[in-house]
Structures are given as structure tokens and as C-alpha cells.
């Protein structure tokens, strides 16, 4: 697979520039083949710190061993995704999560949500998991990290009832409009930009703008929605420097300084 280096982004002045990607699936089949070289790519471009949501239980082990391989770069959430809560298992996923975020070995919980693109019929018990996982980390002062599709009231219906100082994180893969936007951040939450950004229909880009960087963080949500020039391809976190460019070109500023506040927002987030 051939992929542009981003040298020329990465080192202004000398100084290596630091990117993180808030939100990168590694452990997906999509990269068994190449996961090392997949992820070298992605150091040689800068994107040191790589963030990886849990989906469900069976993916725990593949997520744990990529971290041991990499303990400097990698670190994991963990939670119940929104499209895995299912009536036969959820509770026991549930409780299975609720032991491993108590043994303070992860960083956030998450993905966590509401997706009513795929079975409306879920609701309920999709609403109960978001609000059960919520407390969870509110309880151990972990950020958590929203899935959110076709569900924007709902998600806002539970934040809002669990609206608390002790809420924050970040709102994944944001596709909503400025209203939405600011009522994610009054709720604590940042924004993940990702490759959405980048497409012509992506709409985001018409009023990021008006988005403060202080409530943004970098993601790619690979190996999905990956930017454009390479739309409809398997995505990667060596992307991360397209979509930090994007960003500094809406917001006219460089790519150091995207680079280093977004950054500094992940670390605000995941405490590290």
C-alpha cells in the first residue's frame, strides 16, 4: 500500500511536531496483516499517541496485547458499543466492563452511545447502557467517548440527565450541525474531527470555524471514514496530519498549533 509521507508537516523549525489520534480501531481485521508497519507509518508521521475504544468483550485481548507491544503509544478505553448491545448478552458485557474499568488500567470509557441507524428496536436498552456507563466513569473520574448516529436527541437526552462536573470526554466522529456542537461542549465534551472533515459533503467544515480549538481533538476512526485523497480506502492513523491541515486551513493557523492544542486537549481528556 502506498502511502505520502508527511515530513514536511511533522518537523517546522526543527521541532517534531506531536499528534494524537483520539479514537483509532488497531486491533480491526482490517490490519492483521500489516499492523506493524501500519503502525510505523504513523510514528514516522508524528501520530505518536494512539487511543483505542473498546466495541465489546471479545476484542479485549487483541486490544491488550497491541498495547503491551507498543506501552508508550497505545492506550485503551473501554465500554460497550452502542451496535453491541444486544438483549441476550448486554447485561453480562456490562458487568464484564464494570470489573475491568475498576482496575484503573484504562483511560476512558468508550465507545459508548446510541446508533439507531442500524435497529431502532434497541433503544432502551442502548439508553440504559449509555447511562449505566456514564455513571461508571463519572465514579472512577474517567472521560468517556460517544458514539452517536442518528441519535442526537436521544444522546443529548442522557447527558443532560447526567449532566455534572464531573462529565466530560469527547463526542466521536461529530457529523451534527453548530447547534449540536455547542450543546456537546456545554456538556463538557469535545469535538473528534476526523476525515469528515475533508469531504466535499461533509458539511462540519462550513462552521468549524466558529469552534474554539480548545473544544477539538484529532481522530481518524480507522480504519473507517478515511480523508480525502484516499475516501473509500482503508483508513489509517498515519492520516492524522490531512486532517490537522484541513483543520489549520479552517481555522488559519498552522499545523504546529493545531498539532500541539489538540494535543493538549487529548491529555486534558485521558489525563495523560
Known amino acids: 500500500?502506498?502511502?505520502?509521507?508527511?515530513?514536511?508537516?511533522?518537523?517546522?523549525?526543527?521541532?517534531?511536531?506531536?499528534?494524537?489520534?483520539?479514537?483509532?480501531?488497531?486491533?480491526?481485521?482490517?490490519?492483521?496483516?500489516?499492523?506493524?508497519?501500519?503502525?510505523?507509518?504513523?510514528?514516522?508521521?508524528?501520530?505518536?499517541?494512539?487511543?483505542?475504544?473498546?466495541?465489546?468483550?471479545?476484542?479485549?485481548?487483541?486490544?491488550?496485547?497491541?498495547?503491551q507491544l507498543y506501552p508508550e503509544h497505545i492506550f485503551l478505553m473501554m465500554g460497550l458499543h452502542p451496535c453491541y448491545v444486544k438483549t441476550e448478552s448486554y447485561e453480562k458485557e456490562l458487568e464484564k466492563?464494570?470489573?475491568?474499568?475498576?482496575?484503573?488500567?484504562?483511560?476512558?470509557?468508550?465507545?459508548?452511545?446510541?446508533?439507531?441507524?442500524?435497529?431502532?428496536?434497541?433503544?432502551?436498552?442502548?439508553?440504559?447502557?449509555?447511562?449505566?456507563?456514564?455513571?461508571?466513569?463519572?465514579?472512577?473520574?474517567?472521560?468517556?467517548?460517544?458514539?452517536?448516529?442518528?441519535?442526537?436527541?436521544?444522546?443529548?437526552?442522557?447527558?443532560?440527565?447526567?449532566?455534572?462536573?464531573d462529565l466530560f470526554g469527547i463526542f466521536h466522529c461529530f457529523s451534527g450541525n453548530l447547534e449540536q456542537a455547542n450543546q456537546a461542549i456545554r456538556l463538557g465534551m469535545k469535538l473528534g474531527i476526523g476525515g469528515v472533515v475533508t469531504f466535499k459533503n461533509g458539511k462540519i467544515d462550513q462552521f468549524l470555524h466558529q469552534i474554539s480549538l480548545k473544544d477539538i481533538v484529532l481522530e481518524t476512526d480507522a480504519p473507517y471514514l478515511a480523508p480525502v485523497p484516499y475516501r473509500g480506502k482503508r483508513n489509517e492513523s498515519s492520516y492524522i496530519p490531512i486532517i490537522a491541515q484541513k483543520l489549520a486551513e479552517i481555522h488559519q493557523v498552522s499545523i504546529a498549533e493545531i498539532a500541539e492544542i489538540t494535543?493538549?486537549?487529548?491529555?486534558?481528556i485521558f489525563s495523560i
Open 97 to 165: 466492563n464494570k470489573k475491568k474499568i475498576k482496575s484503573n488500567t484504562y483511560y476512558a470509557v468508550g465507545e459508548i452511545g446510541i446508533d439507531l441507524y442500524w435497529d431502532k428496536s434497541t433503544l432502551d436498552i442502548q439508553k440504559e447502557a449509555f447511562k449505566k456507563q456514564i455513571q461508571w466513569a463519572k465514579q472512577h473520574k474517567l472521560g468517556i467517548n460517544i458514539h452517536c448516529r442518528e441519535a442526537f436527541d436521544e444522546v443529548f437526552e442522557v447527558l443532560e440527565s447526567e449532566k455534572s462536573d
Open 263 to 268: 494535543t493538549n486537549n487529548a491529555k486534558e
Open 1 to 67: 500500500m502506498l502511502v505520502c509521507s508527511f515530513a514536511p508537516f511533522i518537523k517546522l523549525f526543527f521541532v517534531e511536531l506531536l499528534f494524537t489520534d483520539t479514537h483509532t480501531h488497531l486491533y480491526s481485521e482490517e490490519f492483521e496483516n500489516d499492523s506493524h508497519q501500519m503502525l510505523q507509518r504513523a510514528f514516522d508521521n508524528g501520530v505518536k499517541r494512539l487511543f483505542v475504544p473498546s466495541i465489546d468483550s471479545s476484542y479485549t485481548s487483541s486490544m491488550k496485547a497491541l498495547q
